[in-house]
Every structure is written in C-alpha cells, then in structure tokens.
C-alpha cells in the first residue's frame, strides 16, 4: 500500500513539473503579429470622383524634368520606388475603405511604428499602377500648406520640384485650380489624376 501511495505521488509530481516546464517554456516566446491598428487611413481620393480635367488648358507646356535641379541623379525616387510601392501592396485598404470594393485615385496612410506616412497615387496612364513615397509628418504638412497656398493663386499653368525625404522629388503641376501629382521613375513621368482643392483636403484629412 505504501509503494503504490508512493508511486501516485511521484506520478503527481511529474506531472507538475511538466505543466511548469510547459508554461515556463511557452513564456519565453514572444509572438509580434502585423495589426491593422499600426496602419490607419487619413484620407482619400475616391477613384470614381478623380477623373476632373474639365476646365484644364489644352496648350499645356512640355513637362522638362528636374530642370531645377539639374542632375537627375539625385532624385532617389527611382532607387526608393520598389519599397514603398511593395509596403503598399501589403496593406489591405479595401478593407478600409466606407463603401466595399471601394476605389481609389489617391491615399495618405499613417504608419504608426514608422512614425511616417505614405502617400500613393494611381498613374492615370496605367489605371492598375499605383505610386508611394514617404513623407515625414513635417514634410506632409509643408506640402499640404504649399499646395493649398499654390491653388488658391489665379494660376494658368505652373509646375513647382518640391524635394522631400530621401531625396525624392514630387513635381506639382498647376492647372486652372487644379493639381496633379508626378515622379520621375528614371525613364518616364508618372502622373497622376488632376484633383480640385477640396480633393486634396479631403487626401491631407483636413
């Protein structure tokens, strides 16, 4: 009797020591998922509202590129494009979006962990081709106070090589109170939709 009152008592212990390895074990493992909540949207331009070139000048100017700088080698967009362009792709922004299957001309991210935002527009050229770039939350204000400062001249055409992180050069072409978005990918230009003010505010959150 004693032997066998023995035997469950060790048994009892060997078990209890398991559970403890197993929980001590466990507790040595740190799992980091990717969270929505890292990412969050601070606006957008609706693909189904962006098409606005009414009103737009016909006679636009050749669009020389990167005239002010005068050395296309240090635009870093071309060398910079694949990775915040492939960030992209692995953000699931219909799930985003108010409307399902929603599309969109144009977006403006926050990245929490990165403490930056990406701003991604469609080329208007190729409807399935959409463009990132980083912007700092200093340069994503300088931006949007300069595009809202440029819109609201009496301005026919103008094109304004706005250089922000990275070295990355964002051209801004000015028509008729309209704005598009245009990088340089080191063979041909990008180009965005045309967007009226209250478009771009709606992009900044503002």
Known sequence: MGLIFYMI?????????????????????????????????????????AD???????????VDPLTSL?????????????????????????NMAFLKDEEFSATLLFFEDKDKYLLTFRNSKYNYQNESIWLSKQSKEELYQLIVSELEKSTKYKNIEVILDDNVVLLISINRK???FNLWDGYNWIQSYWYRLFKIENLFGN
């Open 178 to 180: 309209k704005i598009s």
């Open 52 to 62: 606005q070139t009414s009103g737009l000048s016909r006679k636009l100017p050749i």
């Open 9 to 49: 008592m060790i048994k009892h212990k060997l078990i209890f020591i398991f559970l403890l390895n197993s929980i001590f074990c466990f507790s040595q493992i740190k799992v980091i998922e990717q969270k929505s909540s890292n990412v969050s949207l601070v606006g957008k331009i609706s693909h189904t509202l």
């Open 70 to 94: 005068g050395n296309l080698d240090l635009n870093q967009y071309k060398e910079l494009r694949k990775e915040a362009n492939n960030v992209f792709k692995t953000i699931g922004i219909r």
